[in-house]
């Protein structure tokens, strides 16, 4: 059984779309191992977006995800990394097909209401930065 990170952004809780794309996640068959709701902070954010941090998008993205709670979870299934990324939708809005949780919710590659970890690396990375006490789970 595999392990992701997966969260529901600022945008999407404050729309209340957390049962919907939790629904989604667990209709297709994924089962939460963790979730908090928490209002994340600079230091954290830092961490987790620091492969983007010489990006022209970064100031804003942290801005952004710095405007709210967000719902921060933990899924396991078969090819939890892979299916979540599905679920989601690509980056790129232009691309997220109607059916996908960016292609039915949102019109813009910032705001784009979910996230999911894009490897199994750094689903243990991500998974260790918002839930420290799953490490010795892990
Ligand atoms: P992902 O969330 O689909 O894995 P990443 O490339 O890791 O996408 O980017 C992290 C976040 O940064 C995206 O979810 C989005 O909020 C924002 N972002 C990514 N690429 C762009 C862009 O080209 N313009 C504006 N914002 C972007």
């Not at 994924?30 to 928490?38: C, D, G, H, R, T």
């Not at 396991?76 to 990394?81: F, I, K, R, T």
């Not at 243990?124 to 490490?135: D, G, S």
Request: proline letters at 5%; hydrophobic letters at 40%; one cysteine or more.
């Amino acid at each position: 059984m595999e392990w992701t990170f997966a969260m529901v952004k600022p945008d999407g809780v404050k729309r209340g779309l957390i049962g919907e794309i939790l629904k989604r996640y667990e209709s297709k068959g994924l089962n939460l191992v963790a979730a908090k709701v928490i209002w994340p902070s600079l230091e954290l954010l830092q961490k987790h977006y620091e492969e983007h941090k010489d990006k022209p998008f970064y100031n804003d993205l942290i801005r952004y995800m710095m405007s709210g709670p967000v719902f921060a979870m933990v899924l396991e299934g078969d090819n939890a990394v892979r299916i979540v990324r599905l679920l989601n939708g690509p980056t790129k809005i232009e691309d997220a097909q109607p059916g996908t949780i960016r292609g039915d919710f949102c019109t813009n590659t910032t705001f784009n209401i979910v996230h999911g970890s894009d490897s199994l690396e750094s689903a243990k990375r991500e998974i260790l930065l918002w839930f420290p006490e799953y490490a010795n789970k892990i």
